[in-house]
């Protein structure tokens, strides 16, 4: 069975930091482009970075802060989070894309991030 599954998730105060994986199973993870995505209560689910092949693309609202990384020997991506604000809080998921698909192939179910004091 193929699946994402995100973890990492959880409680951080304002200027903190937390490191989310995504962890794939029953493919290559490194075979396809991986995007990371919040939705914050309330809020459409908008796009944070993304590896494609080994470039990284960042939204301007997480630049300088959020780091996109593969970890191949674990069929995984990571995403570090540092500066962490309160705006930052939402459901954040990991999306996998095969080359040449329309859209995201497989989605993880999500991990909750509070950024709260």
């Known amino acids: 069975q193929e699946q994402l599954v995100e973890s990492g998730g959880g409680l951080a105060q304002p200027g903190g930091s937390l490191r989310l994986s995504c962890a794939a199973s029953?493919?290559?993870?490194?075979?396809?482009?991986v995007g990371w995505f919040r939705q914050g209560p309330g809020m459409a689910r908008e796009g944070l970075p993304c590896?494609?092949?080994?470039?990284?693309y960042y939204a301007d609202a997480v630049k300088g802060r959020f780091t996109i990384s593969r970890e191949n020997r674990r069929n995984a991506v990571h995403l570090q989070m540092n500066n962490l604000q309160p705006e930052d809080t939402g459901i954040y998921y990991c999306a996998a894309q095969q080359g040449g698909a329309s859209g995201y192939n497989h989605w993880g179910q999500g991990t909750q991030v509070t950024v709260s004091s």
């Open positions: 029953g493919f290559t993870l490194d075979d396809y482009a």
């Open positions: 590896i494609v092949n080994n470039t990284t």
